[in-house]
């Protein structure tokens, strides 16, 4: 069964950084990602990450963010730079077995195979 599992999230205030951890109990995927949703508000893709390493960004946070992975680690990671206020909700780290080149695209995903619990992400100003 697979599992993934956030760390990382915390209160921060704006213009600050944190990086955000997902450990996976297997690598094998063909796309990863980062997820997000604010209270009230429908969740969107911020980052993938496809199985060649190319990272595609929505672009509320392009040049903020930056998804990346340790394969030998079995490790996701999203570095969340310069925090905004509208940056606030939960994270949720993301993998499928099927989504691969083109289609592992944040701006186009709408959902993957397997979702970790998430993790709270609140930026104060």
């Known amino acids: 069964q697979v599992q993934l599992v956030e760390s990382g999230g915390t209160s921060v205030q704006a213009g600050g950084s944190l990086r955000l951890s997902c450990a996976a109990s297997?690598?094998?995927?063909?796309?990863m990602g980062w997820f997000r949703q604010a209270q009230g508000k429908g969740r969107e893709a911020v980052a993938t990450?496809?199985?060649?390493?190319?990272?595609v960004y929505i672009d509320s946070v392009k040049g903020r963010f930056t998804i990346s992975k340790d394969n030998a680690e079995n490790t996701l990671y999203l570095q969340m730079n310069d925090l905004k206020p509208e940056d606030t909700a939960t994270y949720y780290c993301?993998?499928?077995?099927?989504?691969?080149?083109?289609?592992?695209?944040?701006?186009?995903?709408?959902?993957?195979?397997?979702w970790g619990k998430g993790t709270l992400v609140a930026i104060s100003s």
């Open positions: 297997e690598f094998t995927f063909t796309c």
């Open positions: 990450i496809d199985s060649d390493g190319n990272a």
């Open positions: 993301t993998a499928d077995s099927f989504l691969a080149g083109r289609y592992c695209d944040a701006p186009r995903v709408t959902n993957m195979d397997y």
